[in-house]
Each structure stands twice: as C-alpha cells, then as structure tokens.
C-alpha cells in the first residue's frame, strides 16, 4: 500500500446501471479496486491506482458508466504542489539545516561539584582545548579533556566531561583540602601479560603505546617520569595514573580417554517393587522390568532389630534404565567433555571481569591409546596495567645529561 501511495492513488465515483458489470471487468483485468462503498443502486465510490486509471476508462467504454475523480492522494501530488511553492521549499531546506547544525554542536556547558576550584577556570581549559560552546560534538575528545582538567587543576581529583544532547555536561569531584592523594609514589604502568591494546587513557604520565600496539608482559604503557626537554628542558616525576585495556589471548589444555567416559545414559525411566523377606520366603510383587538394560538398587529395613530371632524385613527395589552408547556417539561425548575441561582449564586464568570475544578449540585423537587431545584459545579484553614503582637508579638513569649517557656508555 505504501508503494501505491508513492505512485499515487485516486478517489473515483462510479455512476451507472451497470455497477457490477464494472467491477467484474477490473477483476478480470486485474485491476484492483480500494475501499469500495456503494451509495445507492447506481452510485459508488472507490479508490485506485494512479496507473489504473487509464486502463479503467478504456473498459468503461462499452458499460458507459459515469466516472468522476473526486479525490488525489500520494506523494506524486504533493510534490506536484509543492513545486508550485519555492519559498516554502527554501525554507523547509534552511531549517532543516540549521536543525542539523544546532543538534550536531555543544549549545550549553554545565558544570557541577566546584567548590574551590570556579567554573571560570574550568571553562578556560575547555576553550584552550578547542571544546566550548559551539564545536561539534564529533570533535570534542572527552578524554583528552578530562586528562586536561585534571593536569592543570590541582584541586580536581575526579572529572567526567559526558555530552548529552547538545550539552556538555562536566561533573567534577575535588580533592580533600589539607590531604594528599592516596598514591604519590613515582612509579610507571606495565603491561601484567602479554596483549593488543584496544583501549588507553592515561590520566597522568607519558603514554608509550597506542590503540592497535602489540604489547610483552613487563612493557611500559605509562611512564612516570615525563619528558619535557624539547619545550621546557625539564623532567616530571608522577605517580602515573591511567586505564589500559587489551586483548589478550589464553590458552588451555585437555586430554581425556575413551575408557574414562561413562558408555551408559540413564534414561530416566525408572521401576519400584516392593516386598516382604521373611526366613528368606518373598512375600509381594519382585518382578523384574521389562527394560534391555537397567540397575537396581535395593534398601531393606528391618521390621526387628539385628540378632533376633525373627529376621523379618521389608525391600524396596528400584530399577533405573539405561542405554548404551555406540562408538560414534561415545566419541561425541568424549569431545564435549573435552572441550569443557579444556576451556575451563583457560578460562580460570582469565581475571574475574574480562570480556571474552571469541574461543577457537582444536582436538585430535590417538587411535593407539584411544586418548582424545584438545587445545583451546580463548580470547579476552580486560585491564593490564599494573604499578611499578620507579627506583632512584632508573630515575637517575633517564633523567641526567645526555653527554653524561654517551660517556658512561
């Protein structure tokens, strides 16, 4: 129906004595009538295509009925009149650019948490970083902004710059007054294990790597101590601080032998009899089932204690059925079993929390010692940064004279 609507849609009335002879004839043509209403005997309305229309007069030449359009619809007669309004055109296309302009740029920034710190130096921050009223939200970087507040803020010990709508929306926790931060220690980040970085967002420190960059496990990420000879000929020394996620790959082990996996599958099917054993004599129903393959289990209880001389005692038999399995179906169990202990035998060196992309799982099978073999791959993206702290002789190491360094060397 959408599509008759695009093409466009008539609304005719049919006048005449021949009504159903008309409506027989586009039938047989394949002519598709639309919410057809009868008036009176010789009066009806309905609705077709724009495309039918033609086709519907030529039929109408033998029956000579009256037909009359009465009504247009669909976007061919829309756009028909509308052409006939340019201004109305112009300025729908203007607004909807403005539109577009004004939803695609920061309009308002709030800020919220500042009690030392004011807003007006917030604000000179953001507008040294080329992120105020007016950029477009695709070029604002909240992290380089938020790394931004916090190295020329002392008195911020938090930040979150978050874009909702077109505002700009920066909450900010400050530090205690009279307090340290927890951590002043020099140190740098180090890669725990080996990884490719996905994420790294360094808070404080010199970044060493990048989005897309092959990490070893001991590998700095966030060096402590900051160059900044070419500018300012001096070095920092911080307590690096930052977020660095990677993917990382884990490895797991399995093997299992056939003779290890149960052939048997119960199948839930289950039978009781009960009787009374009495100087050995069976008194009620301990007939056995009708099923290929089962086992029993028996629980006796005795009517008088042990050492009398009535040894009296009810049995209760309860026969469970099982299947065996075929030597295909064995070896399927066999690899499922082994899948599972092999990526289990991954996933418990993977950290509580890591998300887990993809898994890849390779068997193989010894026919001599009829012993499955599987490798499993597991990969994961989780954090990878750990402190180092810096020692004074590594501090030492980078930070003296480069004429000094050539010397010893």
């Not at 059925?321 to 899948?339: C, N, Q």
Request: charged share 30%.
């Amino acid at each position: 129906m959408i599509n008759q609507y695009i093409k466009g849609m008539l609304e005719i009335s049919v006048e005449g004595v021949n009504l159903e002879r008309f409506i027989n004839r586009c039938n047989a043509n394949g002519l598709v009538l639309y919410s057809v209403y009868r008036e009176r005997y010789d009066l009806m309305r309905c609705t077709v295509n724009l495309a039918d229309f033609k086709k519907i007069a030529v039929i109408n030449r033998e029956l000579r009925c009256r037909i009359r359009v009465k009504k247009r619809y669909g976007a061919r007669f829309l756009i028909n009149r509308v052409k006939r309004r340019k201004a109305f055109v112009i300025g729908a296309a203007v607004f909807a650019v403005f539109i577009v302009i004004l939803s695609s740029s920061i309009c308002r920034i709030d800020i919220s948490g500042i009690n030392r710190v004011t807003a007006t130096q917030i604000l000179e921050v953001v507008n040294e970083m080329d992120a105020g009223v007016g950029i477009f939200k695709a070029k604002c970087d909240t992290k380089a902004l938020e790394m931004a507040i916090r190295r020329e803020l002392p008195d911020v010990d938090w930040v979150i710059v978050d874009i909702k709508g077109v505002v700009m929306d920066i909450r900010v926790i400050e530090t205690v007054e009279g307090e340290k931060r927890t951590d002043t220690t020099p140190s740098s980040i180090v890669s725990e294990v080996d990884g490719e970085i996905v994420y790294i967002s360094s808070l404080r420190g010199d970044q060493m790597v990048n989005v897309g960059d092959k990490v070893k496990a001991g590998q700095t990420l966030i060096n402590g101590i900051i160059d900044r000879r070419k500018d300012d000929n001096y070095y920092l020394i911080r307590n690096a601080m930052g977020n660095i996620k990677a993917r990382v790959e884990y490895t797991g082990q399995a093997m299992i032998k056939l003779d290890e996996v149960a052939s048997r599958v119960y199948t839930g099917n289950t039978t009781e009899a009960t009787y009374i054993s009495v100087f050995g004599l069976k008194l009620g129903d301990d007939k056995a089932p009708t099923y290929e393959h089962y086992d029993t289990e028996s629980v006796e209880y005795n009517v008088f204690s042990e050492n009398r001389l009535f040894p009296i005692c009810a049995v209760k038999k309860t026969y469970k059925e099982y299947i065996l399995l075929s030597d295909e179906e064995l070896k399927s169990k066999a690899r499922e079993m082994l899948i599972k202990k092999a990526c289990s035998d991954a996933k418990r060196r993977i950290p509580i929390g890591a998300k887990i992309e993809a898994q890849d799982i390779d068997y193989s099978f010894d026919e001599e010692t009829n012993t499955f073999y599987a490798s499993a791959k597991i990969t994961a993206v989780h954090s990878i940064g750990v402190k180092k702290v810096l020692t004074q002789s590594e501090i030492d190491e980078i930070t003296r004279p480069e004429g000094e360094k050539n010397k010893n060397g």
